[in-house]
């Protein structure tokens, strides 16, 4: 069984501060990784996603992430916000299909 | 343009009515997707499908049913609408070679 895990289900921070957001998932082997970002009233769109190779992503909008095996994680960064970053994010992990975690609301204040 | 079309956006129904909500994908992809997202759930799959003329449940697929005509369109069938699938609705497509995900604008359903 796989299954994926945001601890936080908000966060906010100000704005030009850094940002972490968490994601454990669980699986017997490494699947396929994606954050997703959702906008208010909007469909999820990505953010980026991991394969394989190098540990450190880049994606959109100066966001980055690090998988780490051993930790089964995949947390999100960015090393400053915007108040444009206010969204909901999502963590996803595919093995065959995908499984998406509970989101968590990110709040950038000004 | 959208990739990934859905309508209505909005939809107000009646307890017991058929409610059908329909979404077209230009992006060629195999498969497409029916989600439900409701506060404190995340979101939820409903019904799946791998190509023209095959559907597949999801895991909460009870009071839905699914259809894909063609490869672009796919369709979530609600026969009787009650008032606990009041829900926004959410259609995607994918390249099953990446698993890579593309969303529709969602549809905002209230069952009265």
């Known amino acids: 069984a796989q299954s994926v895990t945001q601890p936080d289900a908000r966060v906010t921070v100000s704005e030009g501060a850094s940002l972490q957001l968490r994601c454990k998932y669980s699986?017997?082997?490494?699947?396929?990784l994606f954050w997703y970002v959702q906008y208010p009233r909007q469909g999820l769109q990505l953010l980026l996603k991991y394969y394989s190779g190098d540990p450190v992503v880049q994606g959109v909008n100066g966001f980055e992430a690090e998988f780490s095996k051993s930790n089964s994680s995949f947390h999100l960064r960015k090393a400053s916000v915007h108040w444009s970053d206010s969204a909901v994010y999502f963590c996803a992990v595919s093995m065959g299909r995908i499984f998406f975690g509970d989101g968590t609301q990110l709040v950038v204040k000004p | 343009e959208a990739a990934v079309t859905q309508s209505p956006r909005n939809k107000v129904a009646v307890t017991g009515g058929k409610v059908t909500l329909s979404c077209n994908q230009t992006n060629n992809h195999n498969n497409m997707y029916w989600y439900r997202q409701d506060t404190g759930h995340g979101l939820r799959l409903i019904h799946y499908?791998?190509?023209?003329?095959?559907?597949e449940k999801g895991d909460i697929p009870d009071g839905y049913k699914a259809s894909r005509p063609s490869q672009e369109n796919f369709s979530l069938i609600l026969e009787l609408a009650t008032p606990s699938q009041t829900s926004v609705y959410f259609c995607?497509?994918?390249?099953?070679?990446?698993?890579?995900?593309?969303f529709g604008p969602g549809t905002r359903l209230l069952v009265l």
């Open positions: 499908s791998y190509g023209a003329g095959s559907t």
């Open positions: 995607a497509s994918g390249d099953a070679r990446q698993d890579t995900q593309y």
């Open positions: 699986s017997s082997v490494t699947p396929y």
